[in-house]
């Protein structure tokens, strides 16, 4: 009788799964067809659409733009939430905990409250319509800092003071044990840091107006405006500017998985 009703508990949860998985992939169905298929009559499979949107959407400016901006920024925020995290899991400071209360709370602060402040320091810097205005307002993260924090406090401290007692001081202990350990959490936050920032419309839109500096999201904005009952064309130029971040999630599932599972175990 329990094996029946572990079999019908089996099936049960199989076919929720599996509502779950074509309402999640319907838009994504949706698109993928709608770009691929012409809007004559005949509904001929092409590849025209991806040409035609490549070309008039200056992908290729947006491309390089978007990519630089993204990655400047995971670097940056991977070198300060390192840093930053292994103070506040490591280290005996007055204050540390209400250093720790003050970045978690800039994560309920939405970055459109700040972007006056932003705004104006970028002025008074020069930093407007530049790569640096895209680029500095996120360079560290509190999530970035909340997460390697968590996942440093899961790693055994014994290696950290045997490591101590050979002469490693602490900036050879971040990069030569702790780091390498905190692989999934590093490669948690890149994903996250390059798909927010390869997503992102509002600092270039606020923070840049020329158009050699237009990224990704821009450039889709300014194509949907100009193509508005083409859906064909629209669809694909949608499909190219996500590509390359489905893409990373996929190379990078596992460890990112891995990294959010393990992440908060311990306290």
């Given at each position: 009788?329990d094996k029946i009703n572990n079999?019908r508990s089996?099936?049960?949860s ?8 074509i309402?999640?992939?319907s838009?994504?169905?949706?698109v993928l067809?709608?770009s691929?298929?012409s809007?004559t009559?005949?509904h001929s499979?092409t ?6 949107a490549w070309?008039k959407?200056n ?7 978007s990519?630089l901006v ?7 925020q ?9 103070a506040?899991?490591r280290l005996?400071?007055k204050?540390?905990n ?8 800039t994560l309920v602060i939405p970055?459109?409250?700040?972007v ?6 970028l002025?008074?810097?020069h930093l407007i319509?530049?790569?640096w ?12 800092i909340?997460?390697m924090r968590?996942?440093?406090t899961?790693i055994?401290?014994?290696l950290e003071?045997a490591?101590a007692?050979?002469?490693?001081n ?13 692989k999934?959490a590093?490669?948690t936050?890149?994903l996250?840091t390059f798909?927010?920032?390869?997503n ?5 839109l606020?923070?840049?107006n ?9 450039s889709?904005s300014?194509f949907q405006?100009q193509f508005?009952s083409n859906?064909?064309l ?5 499909v190219?500017?996500t590509?390359p ?10 460890q990112?998985?891995e ?5 908060g175990?311990?306290?």
């Amino acid at each position: 009788m329990d094996k029946i009703n572990n079999s019908r508990s089996q099936i049960i949860s199989f076919l929720i799964l599996l509502i779950g998985l074509i309402i999640v992939l319907s838009p994504l169905i949706i698109v993928l067809y709608t770009s691929f298929f012409s809007n004559t009559s005949d509904h001929s499979f092409t590849f025209h659409y991806y040409q035609e949107a490549w070309e008039k959407g200056n992908f290729i400016l947006a491309f390089s733009n978007s990519s630089l901006v993204a990655i400047a920024v995971t670097i940056l925020q991977i070198i300060t939430s390192t840093l930053a995290g292994y103070a506040l899991a490591r280290l005996n400071f007055k204050g540390k905990n209400a250093v720790l209360l003050l970045i978690l709370s800039t994560l309920v602060i939405p970055f459109q409250v700040l972007v006056i402040p932003i705004f104006l320091v970028l002025k008074w810097g020069h930093l407007i319509n530049t790569y640096w205005a895209l680029i500095l307002p996120t360079a560290a993260s509190g999530f970035g800092i909340f997460l390697m924090r968590q996942y440093f406090t899961t790693i055994p401290l014994e290696l950290e003071q045997a490591a101590a007692l050979d002469g490693a001081n602490s900036l050879q202990i971040i990069w030569y044990i702790l780091f390498p350990l905190a692989k999934p959490a590093v490669i948690t936050l890149s994903l996250f840091t390059f798909i927010g920032e390869w997503n992102d419309l509002f600092k270039p839109l606020v923070f840049t107006n020329n158009p050699n500096l237009t990224t990704v999201q821009l450039s889709l904005s300014s194509f949907q405006e100009q193509f508005t009952s083409n859906w064909s064309l629209l669809m694909a130029a949608v499909v190219i500017s996500t590509l390359p971040v489905i893409i990373l999630f996929i190379i990078g599932q596992k460890q990112f998985i891995e990294g959010v599972s393990t992440t908060g175990i311990k306290n």
